[in-house]
């Protein structure tokens, strides 16, 4: 059988402090990230994880992250580059729903949005802490289409979310099982970097610490029983030696 194709979308890059991206690490060291989004080209429906930020959003409310996001970088303009609308999105996930992840959920009208169900509740009444995380509630739009999910759950056959909360409450990494090649893990905002799983040094941004060390455990545990490659959420090297669409990986 042939592996779904998948495509990285290149969402720009955001800046913020180290102490954010690994918890009492280098406070005062403000550090630029990369911000994608994965496109799943699956025999049963077109699947889109995590939509990058919105530009307009971010230089409102968060100016102070120095937001670098060019025409091609929106999800419409990556979409076109694969010979796709935002309307072909059949499925979108979202690993949670901080506004770096759901800026372009906006556009993808056609889709139905799963997410964790304890997400979905939280994002409405976060903590104070976690205000700005969940700033851009763009994606609760009149017309979208959830649904709602909890535990690890199959989206189609070999397209896998698991379960690692911690960063926020209900969040999902994505596991794609590909027979031909390695198969790809995304760790979402669990992992931000290599460093985070090979020292289980958490993000400065969690809910809960506790869970966010057993979900980066469970990461590796998945990397290594599953056979997979590891794609943290948010560091741009290795970012830059990644295929970017319309390059992909899988499809054989
Ligand atoms: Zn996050």
Redesign the pocket.
């Known amino acids: 059988m042939t592996d779904p194709k998948v495509y990285l979308l290149d969402g720009g890059t955001l800046v913020i402090d180290e102490s954010d991206v690994h918890w009492h690490i280098n406070a005062g060291n403000p550090v630029r990230f990369p911000v994608y989004s994965v496109l799943i080209e699956h025999s049963d429906a077109l699947i889109l994880y995590d939509t990058g930020f919105d530009l307009d959003h971010v230089n409102r409310v968060l100016p102070f992250e120095l937001p670098e996001q060019t025409a091609e970088q929106t999800i419409p303009a990556q979409l076109a580059k694969i010979g796709y609308a935002p309307e072909d999105v059949d499925i979108v996930v979202n690993s ?1 729903f ?1 506004f ?2 759901v800026g372009g959920n906006r556009f993808l009208t056609e889709a139905t949005t799963l997410v964790h169900k304890e997400e979905l509740r939280h994002a409405k009444v976060p903590e104070p802490f976690e205000r700005l ?1 969940y700033s851009d509630l763009s994606f609760d739009h009149e017309t979208v289409t959830y649904k709602p999910i909890s535990g690890d759950y199959e989206v189609v056959p070999g397209v896998w979310l698991f379960e690692t909360p911690g ?2 409450i209900g969040h999902y990494s994505l596991l794609v099982e590909l027979q031909n090649e390695k198969s790809m893990l995304f760790c979402g ?1 669990a992992a931000y970097t290599r460093t985070t799983l090979e020292k289980e040094w958490i993000a400065g ?1 969690h809910l809960d610490p506790t869970k966010s060390v057993e979900a980066i455990r469970r990461l590796n545990y998945l990397a290594r029983t599953k056979n997979a490659d590891v794609y943290p959420s948010h560091e741009l090297e290795p970012f830059s030696t990644w295929k970017l669409a319309p390059e992909y990986y899988g499809g054989n």
Do not use: E, V, Y
């Open positions: 949670h901080h770096d992840h995380g960063h926020t905002d941004f």
